[in-house]
C-alpha cells in the first residue's frame, strides 16, 4: 500500500500570499496518478487536479499541481478567503487507492 | 448537470448491517465507475470500494473485505454498498463519486453510526 504523507499539517498565510502544500509518497506513484481534493467544513470533497497537473473543470486557474514519482506539490498562487479549507492528495496508480491525511489551510 | 445522491445511512448496532445507495443522473451511468469512500468524524478520507462501468469489476479495502459487497443496476443508473458485520469502526460519513481514477463529481454523504 502506498502511504501519502502530506505537510505541513495547518498552513496560516494573509490573503494574497501563496500556499505550497506538499504530498510525499512512500513509493513512486505509477503515471503520476495523482489528484487533489479540497474539502469545505461540512461539504463533500471537490476535485481540484488530477494527473498530477491537470486542472479539473471550473478550477481558478490560481490552483497548480506539481510533481512525479515521490513528490507532489499543490500551489495556490495567491490565496483568497474561500481557499479555507483541508486540502488531501490521493493516489489512484496502485490498489488500493489511498489518500493523505490532509493539509488545513487557514486564513492569518 | 452531474449529480450523485447517497441513502441508506443510520443508526445500527454492532454485528448489524446497511445497505447504502447511490442514485446518479447526468452522465453516461453505464460508462463509469463508483467508488466509495468513508470520512469518519473529525478525520480525512478512506477508500472503501469501486466498481467499473459494467459492475464486472469490483474492488475494496482491506478494512472492509469479506463484510462489504459493492454492486450496480445500470438500468437504475444507482450503486449499491452493501455492509454487514459492522463494528464500531465503520462510523463514518460514505460518500459516493464518480470513478475515473480520480473522483471527479461527489455525493453530499450519508452518515452510518454504528452503536449499541
Known amino acids: 500500500e502506498i502511504v501519502l504523507t502530506q505537510s505541513p499539517g495547518t498552513l496560516s498565510l494573509s490573503p494574497g500570499e501563496r500556499a505550497t502544500l506538499s504530498c510525499r509518497a512512500s513509493?513512486?506513484?505509477?503515471?503520476?496518478?495523482l489528484a487533489w481534493y479540497q474539502q469545505k467544513p461540512g461539504q463533500a470533497p471537490r476535485l481540484l487536479i488530477y494527473?498530477?497537473?491537470s486542472r479539473a473543470a471550473g478550477i481558478p486557474d490560481r490552483f497548480s499541481g506539481s510533481g512525479s514519482g515521490t513528490d507532489f506539490t499543490l500551489t495556490i498562487s495567491r490565496l483568497e478567503p474561500e481557499d479555507i479549507a483541508v486540502y488531501f492528495c490521493q493516489q489512484y496508480g496502485s490498489s488500493p487507492r489511498t489518500f493523505g491525511q490532509g493539509t488545513k489551510v487557514e486564513i492569518k | 448537470e452531474v449529480q450523485l445522491v447517497e441513502s441508506g445511512g443510520g443508526l445500527v448496532q454492532p454485528g448489524g448491517s446497511l445497505r447504502l445507495s447511490c442514485a446518479a443522473s447526468?452522465?453516461?451511468?453505464?460508462?463509469?465507475?463508483i467508488m466509495w469512500v468513508r470520512q469518519a468524524p473529525g478525520a480525512g478520507l478512506h477508500w472503501v470500494s469501486g466498481i467499473s462501468g459494467s459492475g464486472g469489476s469490483t474492488y475494496y479495502a482491506d478494512s472492509v473485505k469479506g463484510r462489504f459487497t459493492i454492486s450496480r443496476d445500470n438500468s437504475k443508473n444507482t450503486v449499491h454498498l452493501q455492509m454487514n458485520s459492522l463494528r464500531a469502526e465503520d462510523t463514518a460519513v460514505y460518500y459516493c463519486?464518480?470513478?475515473?481514477?480520480?473522483?471527479?463529481?461527489w455525493g453530499q454523504g450519508t452518515l452510518v453510526t454504528v452503536s449499541s
Open positions: 447526468g452522465f453516461i451511468f453505464s460508462n463509469y465507475g
Open positions: 513509493q513512486s506513484v505509477s503515471s503520476s496518478y
Open positions: 494527473d498530477a497537473s
Open positions: 463519486a464518480k470513478w475515473d481514477g480520480y473522483g471527479d463529481f
